[in-house]
Nanobody, 115 residues
Framework: VQLQASGGGSVQAGDSLRLSCAAS????????VAWFRQAPGKEREIVGS??????SYADSVKGRFSISRDNAKNTFHLQMNTLKPEDTAVYYC???????????WGQGTLVTVSS
């Protein structure tokens, strides 16, 4: 499977942004999908994931970010609301066949939030 992330950009604090990740090569409708981010000078961290109808989010984004799928387009999204400067990072989409397999990564997309 190959992943193509898009939707990053520069916004003001309080704005919203939606990231998209389009998959090709395999149908990912039943796969685990996830978003990670890496801020400057920090390690990559998971933002949220979705599998088998369940979703989980990092405490730092809970209530502000949400993951959705568009199975018809083999795509998933990260809706980010009420963005904060600390959300500034390179965001990566990732998928895996199940919870026991490794992630396949997309390229990063930069999100910059200014105060």
């Amino acid at each position: 499977v190959q992943l193509q992330a898009s939707g990053g950009g520069s916004v003001q604090a309080g704005d919203s942004l939606r990231l998209s990740c389009a998959a090709s090569g395999r149908t990912i409708s039943s796969w685990v999908v996830a978003w990670f981010r890496q801020a400057p000078g920090k390690e990559r961290e998971i933002v949220g994931s979705s599998w088998s109808g369940r979703k989980s989010y990092a405490d730092s984004v809970k209530g502000r970010f949400s993951i959705s799928r568009d199975n018809a387009k083999n795509t998933f999204h990260l809706q980010m609301n009420t963005l904060k400067p600390e959300d500034t990072a390179v965001y990566y989409c990732a998928v895996r066949y199940n919870l026991r397999t490794d992630y396949t990564w997309g390229q990063g997309t930069l999100v910059t939030v200014s105060s």
